[in-house]
């Protein structure tokens, strides 16, 4: 009988937070377009990578990457050319590439490479090629880095993953 009032008692009392884990909360993500193409639908493909949002951070290395601690996430398509400079800026190559991750927040991505990487990675369309190279950038921001093989390897699978789970919620053309 005691087991019985005890069993009510500590069921009538709320549960404890964990000290060992901290509270995560999703940071505002924006989507902005300077490349124009009638292909690129911004709307949609803004609520996908919302939907993966917290699929990306249940794949953070650690509470302490920037996935987990940011206020604000700025995603913004810019041209091949734009990129090529950036890239050059920061990352002392003067060419083109897909995705550029700063740890602040903000990811650049390039349609016109998305648009010729796409065959080669399989997506159905510029659009889910985009979502991709968003997914992408959101996983560094997590901590994952694909300069070591095997790290780009688990990245790609978990990357892949996510992307699957956020068009099963918000389906892309």
Known sequence: METAVNVRTAASQPPQPDPHVRAVSLPQLKLYSRFKSAEIDVKTLRK???AALPLCQSHALDADQPLMT??????????????????ADF???PTATDVITFHHGEILISPETA??????????????????????GL????????????????MAAKQEAVLAQALEKVPLA
């Open 91 to 93: 990352l002392d190559d």
């Open 115 to 136: 648009e010729r990487q796409r065959k080669v990675h399989g997506s159905k369309s510029l659009n889910q090629e985009l979502a991709l190279y968003g997914v992408h």
């Open 48 to 50: 996908v990578l919302r």
């Open 139 to 154: 996983m560094h921001l997590g901590g994952w880095d694909d300069h070591d093989p095997g790290e780009a390897a688990e």
């Open 70 to 87: 940011v206020p604000e996430i700025e995603i913004t398509l810019i041209s091949d050319a734009d990129i090529a400079q950036v890239h």
